[in-house]
């Protein structure tokens, strides 16, 4: 499980690092918000096909190879792309790189934990999602106070340094998947991805995520460093220390609540403090950081339901990759449509509809999680 955080851990302080320093990037370049996000739309939408692709492979060859063979040149080479970028179209291609990156460390990331932790998989999945906040929130702090005292590109050179140094525990998972994976029943990758045959539980689980995703995806990928550098005036280090401090308490939170019943009680705190968070957010003026930490709280409470769902689907499944990436077929549509869109709606009728729109998809998610969580029937 080690190996598996330092992976991650280093695979998120260049992911973190990259959220923050492209759009703001293309903004200095005096690229629009709707174009902008036209470019980070593109991810999501390649990461729902090439994921699924992964996933099906895994389930047949192991999950071992994934971190060594494409999560880690995926990730230098996207960053090397990006720090030689010099028009819109090269961006592009960076971010379909940064998608075959991220395809294949989810496509295999909860299948290894499920395959190395001794613990609880919804509490083993937490905590790398938790170990995720983290170093996103050194990633993005990281790149702001390079950004702000030595330019963009010095930032992405770092980035190009840490994606260097993750083939090291990238190669060290190979050998322990060696002793500990028992790799499942061959089957046809075509027959893998036949979705039939899932019960009523497992669909649940991915319109449940989706508005997880809805929620929360297109304010990070998009929505709060345009506004914070547009609307409210803050300096590349100040939204870097903004998202370091939201990737923190979302780290915190997530951890110290491991133990709390995912209960009523929790649903009902977690989504008064996101719709509370984002209802005022778009004229929150001096009150924006306390309202935009108070949205991580929301987040990380939330991190405990999201990965309980994905645990419970997967139960007893033979094919955990591949159900997986099924699960996230409409989160990721989701990712694109709503990062795509949010672009074009604040910039005709500004913020204030997508945050409130935030705030209400969180609280969705939430009452349908607890719904599921409480189902007896699984797969």
Not at 198 to 226: E, I, K, N, Q
Not at 333 to 352: N, P, R, W
Request: overall charge positive; some cysteine.
């Amino acid at each position: 499980m080690k190996r598996v955080a330092a992976v991650t851990f280093l695979n998120y302080f260049v992911t973190g690092g990259l959220a923050l320093t492209i759009p703001l990037l293309l903004l200095e370049r005096n690229v629009d918000l709707a174009e902008i996000g036209l470019v980070l739309s593109v991810l999501p939408l390649v990461f729902l096909f090439v994921r699924l692709f992964f996933a099906a492979l895994a389930d047949n060859l192991g999950w071992a190879p994934f971190f060594i063979l494409l999560n880690w040149p995926g990730t230098f080479f996207s960053t090397v792309i990006y720090f030689l970028a010099n028009s819109t179209f090269a961006f592009l291609m960076g971010k379909i790189v940064e998608a075959v990156k991220e395809s294949s460390y989810w496509a295999v990331n909860r299948t290894a934990i499920f395959s190395l932790s001794s613990e609880q998989k919804g509490k083993a999945t937490t905590r790398i999602s938790a170990v995720i906040s983290l170093s996103f929130a050194i990633g993005s702090a990281v790149s702001g106070l390079v950004i702000t005292f030595m330019g963009f590109s010095f930032a992405l050179g770092i980035l190009i340094l840490a994606s260097s140094i993750m083939g090291i525990p990238a190669a060290l998972l190979w050998r322990t998947e060696e002793s500990a994976h028992v790799k499942p029943k061959i089957l046809s990758a075509i027959a893998l991805l036949d979705p039939r045959g899932r019960s009523r539980t497992f669909w649940l689980v991915s319109f449940a995520m989706l508005f997880y995703s809805l929620a929360l995806y297109p304010l990070g990928a998009l929505l709060l460093p345009v506004f914070m550098a547009q609307q409210l005036g803050y300096s590349y280090i100040l939204i870097g220390i903004a998202f370091m401090l939201y990737n923190l308490i979302s780290f915190s939170v997530a951890i110290c609540t491991l133990r709390i019943p995912l209960g009523v009680g929790r649903v009902s705190i977690q989504s008064l403090i996101a719709l509370f968070a984002t209802v005022p957010l778009a004229n929150s003026s001096v009150y924006f950081p306390a309202l935009f930490l108070l949205l991580a709280v929301a987040n990380g409470l939330g991190l405990g339901f999201f990965e309980s769902i994905i645990a419970k689907a997967t139960e007893n499944r033979e094919t955990v990759s591949v159900d997986i990436g099924l699960l996230h077929i409409p989160v990721r549509l989701a990712e694109f449509s709503s990062v795509l869109g949010a672009g074009f709606v604040a910039q005709s009728l500004g913020y204030f509809p997508v945050f409130v729109a935030s705030g209400s998809f969180f609280a969705a998610f939430s009452v349908l999680s607890l719904y599921v969580l409480r189902r007896k029937k699984v797969i």
